[in-house]
């Protein structure tokens, strides 16, 4: 039995097994296999859930529970490693390497939470946790990278998607935890440890890149699996509210999970399905070739025109040293080398709006479980408040890439000038936070999620943008570097020690000291006050600084940033002469 495609072809039983190898090998299984490792790629964004067993477990006051979070987001946002690594070995090898570092980190942390070995010291599980978060910078560099460079014109857009898969997987993995392990939150360290590797050693052979022709309607394409992950969103968001008000059972919790991973693979469908309207399309082409005069071919063609030998760069400029060029930059959306974008302009107030946006809400979102405990919440509430950080962590990524494509090409806005808007919603949050009503916090949960997650497409893609493609791999990890700073100057440095600080001042009030309880804990609406105000106060720096750079684009945004890419010969769109060929042919029937 055959497949019929709408493009009014056919795939014949004979040609399934040809047809299948060019599905497995084609760009569009790229991105459903991209999907598939971001979802798991998000495990950090679990930690307010599993950080009370981590504290409990080996008695960790707040300040050092802190200090292990900022490890973890050191690991998740140093990748300059995998970067670099991704411009010298093929993208096989960074996944693999990614794998064997989650696997290796989350395990250990699982064993230590269990008791299953010696308590550690805080420096061990720092390196522990640390190296388990790196990991997802290889999923980042091998999945999202190669993705990019295989759809140039769709960056923004395939961005806001991927990172938003990143964003659903906090819910998605609690889904799967929920179903197999329970309620047992220490059980989740473990899921974490082999679900992510185990998903990117299946896909390992299937992600690169591929230079092969574009197709008119890939837009289109990119708006269907929007659509895909906004209903598996809105599913993991009613599940997450029933789990909090309805007892499930075991079989609720897998019929659950089982609905979350189906959804999960209809992105597999639409990409078989332009597989075989590209089948088809090709076997109308083979049929229109032979029809095709024998005078003229194509291969005479291609041999009147060969390329130019003065198109070939001079001998001397082959050899020029690395360091010859740094300040002689190309404009912008040309190929930067890696010195010269570290050291421009721009590259430092992204650096400086990343500071302070993305620490902030790194902050807030690692200390949301302390928040609603502080707040007096009950537990299964505060879990809520972590899978709504993590379901607008997606609508936020997807959001920022659809809505700042769409302004960029349609009206000319400059990418950078939604990076504001962004960060002055963020500002909210932590108002919300310093100064709590009730609900309040249910608010700041959301503000809080979708402005953290709209940031990372809109940086990711500023940087392709002004930077070029040819060092993205190394370049984007260089662009998230000031978060880590961030989050250990907001969140460890400030926030834990002004908790600790209140903490050590309600035992005082109660006649007790820090040695007489094993967890320091604050109670009440002052325990975060003060370092949310501050939170806000940095945020909304980092918006004027942002502001700076809308400033210095706004002349390289009002003109087509992706002319290079339709006039570059290495992709030219076959799809569209294909299809007036046969409809030439097809009067004389």
């Known amino acids: 039995m055959g497949y019929t495609s709408s493009s009014g072809g056919g795939i014949r039983g004979s040609e399934i097994l040809p047809f299948t190898v060019q599905v497995v090998k084609g760009r569009w299984f790229t991105v459903f296999a991209s999907f598939l490792i971001m979802t798991g790629a998000g495990a950090t964004y679990l930690f307010g859930i599993y950080s009370k067993q981590i504290k409990a477990s080996l008695g960790y006051d707040q300040s050092t529970l802190n200090l292990l979070s900022f490890f973890k987001d050191l690991g998740a946002n140093i990748g300059v490693l995998s970067g670099l690594i991704a411009e010298v070995t093929p993208t096989w090898f960074v996944l693999i390497i990614g794998a064997v570092m989650n696997f290796a980190g989350y395990f250990m942390v699982w064993l230590a939470v269990m008791g299953k070995i010696s308590k550690p010291r805080v420096w061990h599980m720092c390196i522990y946790i640390c190296v388990g978060a790196n990991s997802q910078n290889f999923a980042n560099t091998g999945a999202l990278v190669t993705c990019v460079k295989n759809f140039p014109e769709g960056r923004g857009i395939l961005l806001g998607l991927l990172k938003g898969f990143v964003g659903l997987s906090g819910a998605v993995m609690t889904q799967l935890y929920l179903a197999i392990y329970g309620t047992d939150a220490k059980s989740l360290i473990l899921l974490i440890a082999w679900l992510p590797a185990a998903l990117s050693i299946v896909f390992v052979y299937t992600i690169r890149i591929l230079h092969t022709a574009r197709q008119p309607n890939e837009v ?19 599940m997450t509210l029933l789990e909090k008000t309805v007892t499930f059972t075991k079989g609720a919790y897998a019929a659950s999970a089982t609905v979350s991973w189906f959804m999960l693979f209809v992105p597999l469908f639409i990409a078989i399905r332009q597989e075989a ?33 003065q198109s070939q760069p001079p001998e001397d400029e082959k050899h020029t040293p690395c360091f010859a060029d740094i300040w002689n930059k190309p404009p912008r959306g040309e190929d930067y080398t890696i010195l010269q974008a ?14 302070f946006g993305l620490g902030g809400s790194l902050t807030a979102v690692d200390n949301l479980g302390q928040i609603g405990e502080s707040l007096g919440y009950p537990t299964k509430t505060i879990s809520t408040f972590v899978s709504l950080v993590s379901i607008w962590n997606y609508f936020g990524r997807v959001f920022s890439g659809f809505v700042s494509e769409t302004l960029m090409l349609k009206y000319k806005i400059p990418r950078p000038l939604m990076m504001t808007f962004v960060l002055l919603l963020s500002c909210v949050g932590h108002v919300l936070v310093a100064f709590p009503g009730p609900g309040a916090v249910y608010v700041a949960s959301i503000i809080i999620g979708f402005s953290f997650g709209a940031q990372l497409p809109l940086l990711f893609a500023i940087i392709s943008e002004l930077f070029g493609l040819k060092y993205y791999s190394t370049l984007f990890n260089c662009g998230q570097l000031a978060s880590p700073l961030g989050s250990y100057l907001l969140n460890v440095r400030l926030t834990g020690k002004l908790y600790d600080r209140e903490a050590i001042k309600d035992l005082a009030k109660k006649g007790l000291t820090r040695s007489s309880v094993k967890e320091l804990t604050c109670i009440g609406t002052h325990c975060f006050r003060l370092p949310f105000i501050i939170l806000a106060a940095g945020t909304l720096f980092g918006a004027l600084v942002s502001l ?31 299809n007036l060929k046969v409809k030439d042919k097809e009067p004389e029937k």
């Not at 598996?232 to 009613?238: E, N, P, R, T």
């Not at 194509?298 to 060969?306: A, G, N, W």
């Not at 421009?344 to 500071?355: E, H, K, P, V, Y």
């Open 220 to 238: 289109r394409v990119f708006y269907h699996f929007l659509y895909v992950s906004i209903v598996l969103a809105l599913f993991l968001m009613v």
């Open 342 to 355: 570290l050291l421009s302009w721009d590259m430092g107030i992204l650096f400086l709006a990343t500071l």
């Open 277 to 309: 309207i590209l089948w088809n399309l090709k076997k109308k082409a083979d049929f229109a070739r032979d029809d095709m005069p024998v005078e003229n071919p194509p291969e005479t063609k291609l041999k009147e025109s060969p390329a130019p030998p």
């Open 548 to 578: 700076i750079l809308v400033v210095r684009t706004r002349e390289f945004y009002s003109g087509d940033i992706y002319k290079k890419f339709r006039d570059d010969p290495m992709v030219t769109d076959m799809v569209e002469p294909v």
